[in-house]
């Protein structure tokens, strides 16, 4: 009993430094970032989101769906955590590198004479590279000691910040802020490097062995988050949005997220708890994710609810009347949120029960849902027709499409005994 209470002090801990962590970051990043968007102006604003999503897109390659199966690889392979960690960086640098140059082929491609679109891109593009890092949150996350991911993550936050802020006293143009992410990547990554090896972080080495090993268990992740990147960015890339429209939808998916870190530390801090209560007992196994499920459920029906009923104050405090559009868009992509981080709790259910190829399918049936009804609703009703769009993809990802794979039924149905409170407590 005493050990059963000093590992759930450790997940609690754990899930605090994350907490803590992100409010920090929200709090640099509060006023900064709305002035930032009242400075360069819907327009402006919306290009640079429009880059993000391009670099959001192709980013799916650096990933390498390596970042769902690594905590249990470092659960299952105790003795190889530097080799498992330094292979995964390795061929993550490789798809970083590759990614950028197909980023930059693909903008110039699609946006030929855009010499500031071209320049904002790469500039973004190039934070993939340093982003291979944040690999070590993980084996931090597998330790339960998220503390010294939090700390690397808020000084990178801090340096960004005093960047930006620097760029609005000098009143630079949009190509500079594009810079902001690459130079917060660059800083953590030197960070987390610095607190994993002090901290008793093993030698990092390169397997192509080990590198196998984690694509073979990783490799439905690539076409899930392929999927994902494909309906998360459609509205966009489709180019059925002008920048100004872009970036209203952009707002409000941002306002939307402000507080997500906080459903994100809890789905990473119970993701090792879960994993191991599927080793040694299935029934309490069960009980934690309808209780993952219901926390999150129930958090963000919350936080919606409070997110229709004040849109408007809430536009207008952060942003100004240039981003009144905003208000519709953000009623109804606030929605997504419960359902977003639902399909993320899953994971841990699916990784445990090897589900991970049914993932491809629903996902590939997502992509092409908001597909199309991007295409006939951003032309009838802009910001708001793609924030609907999202809405009802996620919902049909979480709750329709796996109802028609067998395997994946069993899910639902504690997704839905949680929403019902059923064998929660």
């Known amino acids: 009993k005493k050990i059963k209470n000093i590992f759930k002090n450790k997940v609690t801990r754990n899930a605090s430094w994350m907490i803590i962590g992100r409010i920090y970051q929200m709090s640099l990043s509060f006023v900064v970032s709305m002035l930032t968007a009242r400075y360069l102006g819907p327009s402006n604003y919306g290009l640079i989101n429009y880059a993000s999503s391009f670099t959001s897109f192709f980013s799916t390659f650096c990933v390498l769906g390596i970042n769902s199966v690594i905590v249990k690889n470092f659960i299952d392979h105790p003795n190889e955590e530097g080799k498992t960690t330094g292979s995964a960086i390795g061929v993550r640098m490789i798809s970083s590198i590759c990614s950028v140059v197909l980023i930059m082929v693909a903008t110039l491609f699609l946006d030929r004479e855009e010499r500031t679109t071209h320049l904002v891109v790469l500039l973004l593009g190039l934070g993939a ?221 699916v990784i445990s029960y090897d589900c991970q190829k049914y993932l491809k399918y629903l996902y590939i049936g997502s992509a092409i849902t908001n597909v199309v009804m991007n295409y006939f609703l951003i032309p009838l009703f802009g910001a708001s027709g793609a924030a609907f769009a999202s809405v009802v993809t996620q919902i049909s990802t979480i709750m329709i499409f796996p109802l028609f794979i067998r395997k994946m039924r069993p899910n639902v149905k504690l997704m839905l005994d949680a929403i019902c409170l059923k064998d929660v407590f």
């Open 129 to 349: 590279i340093p982003q291979v890092f944040d690999t070590l949150n993980y084996w931090f996350q597998a330790k339960l000691e998220s503390k010294y991911a939090a700390i690397a993550s808020a000084i990178g936050y801090t340096v960004m910040m005093g960047y930006k802020i620097s760029l609005l006293v000098f009143q630079k143009n949009v190509v500079w802020f594009a810079a902001a992410s690459s130079i917060e990547y660059l800083v953590v990554a030197v960070c987390l490097y610095y607190n994993y090896r002090r901290h008793g972080g093993p030698s990092l080495s390169f397997s192509w062995r080990k590198v196998k090993e984690l694509l073979n268990s990783s490799h439905h992740f690539i076409l899930v988050s392929l999927m994902v990147s494909i309906y998360g960015s459609t509205d966009k890339l489709m180019q059925m949005m002008d920048e100004t429209e872009v970036g209203f939808y952009s707002t409000a998916v941002t306002v939307c997220g402000l507080w997500c870190f906080i459903l994100a530390a809890i789905n990473d801090s119970m993701y090792p708890v879960i994993l191991e209560a599927f080793e040694s007992d299935i029934k309490l196994f069960e009980r934690k994710c309808r209780q993952l499920y219901a926390i999150v459920f129930y958090t963000s029906a919350g936080v919606s609810i409070l997110y229709t009923m004040f849109a408007k104050y809430i536009i207008l405090i952060l942003y100004g009347e240039a981003y009144l559009p905003a208000i519709t868009p953000m009623r109804i992509v606030t929605w997504y949120i419960a359902f977003s981080y639902l399909g993320d709790a899953r994971n841990v259910w």
